[in-house]
Structure formats: structure tokens, C-alpha cells
Nanobody, 123 residues
Framework: QVQLVESGGGLVQAGGSLRLSCAAS????????MGWYRQAPGKQRELVAA???????NYADSVKGRFTLSRDNTKNTVYLQMNSLKPEDTAVYYC?????????????????WGQGTLVTVSS
């Protein structure tokens, strides 16, 4: 019902920058919020940054001041600008969207997840 297309992951050296993007598509009635989670080996998935439909943002303490989340509601797309990257930022980053979807019979609210994009920061 909802597909999330992620891009922008890759390999960078410490101090470098990457920009992740995530575009939602499908039978979407509205998007309540979008954001990024990440999961490093041996650790649970954690919130990196999220933005509500009203524009409120929430960042993990570990990325505040370095990462910036922006949105384009018209395109149902979010962007995560990651600056001053550190080796501890290395993880698989997953896009998330809380969307109201519609089909022929009903509307429902669900969380959609992207396939994940790998960010590797070398020292």
C-alpha cells in the first residue's frame, strides 16, 4: 500500500557528509509523519530524526547539531542531511512513514518501512 524509496547511503570518511532521501508512494491519503531510524550491528533500532506533518522535529541526542531533517510534503519526501559524520554513525538507516492509506474498502493508518540504506563512516 505504501512504498518507500531510499537513496543516498554510502561510504564516507569521518567528518564528511551524506544526504539521505526517502520518497513515499502508493495509495496514500495523507502522511502524518516521516523520519529515519538506524540500526548498528548488535544494537536495537533507534530513532535518528522524525518530523510531523505540522513540521515539528525530533532528533536523537547523538545527532543534534550535525543532522538536519527536512520535508517536502507535496512530494511525500524527507531528506536527512548528515554532516560531521562519525564512525559511530555507521548503521543501516531505515526510512519510516506513518501514513493514512486508502484502498477500495477502507482507510487505515500504518507504519511503512524502507528497505534500508547502509551508511559507513570510516576513520
Amino acid at each position: 500500500q505504501v512504498q518507500l524509496v531510499e537513496s543516498g547511503g554510502g561510504l564516507v570518511q569521518a567528518g564528511g557528509s551524506l544526504r539521505l532521501s526517502c520518497a513515499a508512494s502508493g495509495s496514500i491519503f495523507s502522511i502524518n509523519g516521516m523520519g529515519w531510524y538506524r540500526q548498528a550491528p548488535g544494537k536495537q533500532r533507534e530513532l535518528v530524526a522524525a518530523i510531523s506533518s505540522g513540521g515539528s522535529t525530533n532528533y536523537a541526542d547523538s545527532v543534534k547539531g550535525r543532522f538536519t531533517l527536512s520535508r517536502d510534503n507535496t512530494k511525500n519526501t524527507v531528506y536527512l542531511q548528515m554532516n560531521s559524520l562519525k564512525p559511530e554513525d555507521t548503521a543501516v538507516y531505515y526510512c519510516n512513514a506513518r501514513a493514512v492509506v486508502a484502498n477500495i474498502t477502507e482507510r487505515a493508518t500504518l507504519d511503512a518501512w524502507g528497505q534500508g540504506t547502509l551508511v559507513t563512516v570510516s576513520s
